[in-house]
């Protein structure tokens, strides 16, 4: 299982809003480390959606954005398109003893309706 | 234009050995955070290593011991040298940019390069 959680699956009709949780804990998300989102295409590498919490990439249509409180993040996409669909990953950092490391959610697979 | 290109996948059989390269262009390796992230077929994303632009190295525990990240600053290439392949190791394995450690993401994905581990 991830060390970050998401929910499997989403959906949405077009022009719909739908949010995507990411659950972490005190060692990662909680400890104030930022959250990044990806979006992948189906048989494509994964895109920066989202960097730092909440800021776009240039590109990266207004549409998306993200926020992080406590322990959690959210990935947010509001007007839904088709050109959504995709799967959606969030990232950050877990602190452990043996040192500093990159984690992903397992993933929340976006449906448009 | 800034760009990373994976090369050296393939099918090797169990306990072998694969070395993978990452060819950057546009940008410099040694400059930013390089990671390794793979992807088993129908799975998320997952981590596996990542060298600092200071040249520190580090390892998910799942492939600690086997596998060693590295770059030639020459060639302006990442490489990723798989020993003791398993089963479990069978993936899309992409090269990423990170140009600012735990603030800006991964910005810069190569295409992914495909390892299959079978017999």
């Known amino acids: 299982q991830s060390v970050l959680t998401q929910p499997p699956s989403v959906s949405g009709a077009p022009g719909q809003r739908v949010t995507i949780s990411c659950t972490g804990s005190s060692s990662n998300i909680g400890a104030g480390y930022d959250v990044h989102w990806y979006q992948q295409l189906p048989g494509t590498a994964p895109k920066l959606l989202i960097y730092g919490n909440s800021n776009r990439p240039s590109g990266v249509p207004d549409r998306f954005s993200g926020s992080k409180s406590g322990t959690s993040a959210s990935l947010a996409i509001s007007g839904l398109q088709a050109e959504d669909e995709a799967d959606y990953y969030c990232?950050?950092?877990?602190?452990?003893?043996?040192?500093?490391?990159?984690?992903f959610g397992g993933g929340t697979k976006l449906t448009v309706l | 234009e800034v760009q990373l290109v994976e090369s050296g996948g393939g099918l090797i059989q169990p306990g072998g050995s694969l070395r993978l390269s990452c060819a950057a262009s546009g940008f410099t390796v040694s400059s930013n955070y390089m990671s390794w992230v793979r992807q088993a077929p129908g799975k998320g994303l997952e981590w596996v290593s990542v060298?600092?632009?200071?040249?520190?190295?580090y390892y998910a525990d799942s492939v600690k011991g086997r596998f060693t990240i590295s770059r030639d600053n020459s060639k302006n290439t990442l490489y990723l040298q798989m020993n003791s392949l398993r089963a479990e190791d069978t993936a899309v394995y992409y090269c990423a940019r990170e140009g600012q450690w735990l603030v800006s993401g991964m910005d810069v994905w190569g295409q992914g390069t495909t390892v299959t581990v079978s017999s």
């Open positions: 990232q950050s950092y877990d602190s452990s003893l043996s040192g500093l490391y990159v984690v």
């Open positions: 060298i600092y632009s200071g040249g520190s190295t």
